[in-house]
């Protein structure tokens, strides 16, 4: 299921935004003229040797702090999937792009508290020339992530 669809059949009020095709969230949000405080980017990351898998999300103009990471996840040996691993996990995407529904690839997703103060984020669709901007709200309802303190 695609994330448009999974957002029509819950029945959430979203918006679609098409724009020139971009393969990073950095310049998602140039296309878009919004601040990368509002694009949330997502890094897919091996826990624990890959015995299981967390969607990282995390706004366009930050990185992931690895460690800091860990110790909120409770010690979890952490580390960025690769290209294939991306693919193997979210098969109805375009190579590159890692939708911030992990629960729909059976994986947890945890956000980066920063997000969660904006009314909107926006985000790739299920490729890298689509856009899809949603209420913070509806997608912590819709997702239930973790929500922590990780990005530096």
Known sequence: ???TQLLEQSEVEFQMIPHLETRDAQR??????????EVAKTVLLKADRGFAFVVAMLPAD???DITRLSE??????LEVASEHEIVEHCPD???G????????????TVVDASL????DIFFEANNH???IRMRFADFRKLEEPLIMDFAR
Not at 28 to 37: E, I
Not at 116 to 119: D, E, F, G, L, V
């Open 116 to 119: 969660a103060h904006h009314r």
């Open 28 to 37: 998602l949000a140039q296309s878009l003229h919004v601040s990368g405080k």
């Open 72 to 77: 909120s996840l409770g010690g979890s040996h």
């Open 129 to 131: 020339h689509q856009a």
């Open 93 to 95: 995407c375009e190579l």
């Open 62 to 64: 930050k990185r992931v």
């Open 97 to 108: 792009v890692l939708p911030p529904f992990g629960s729909q690839y059976g994986m947890q």
């Open 1 to 3: 299921m695609t994330i």
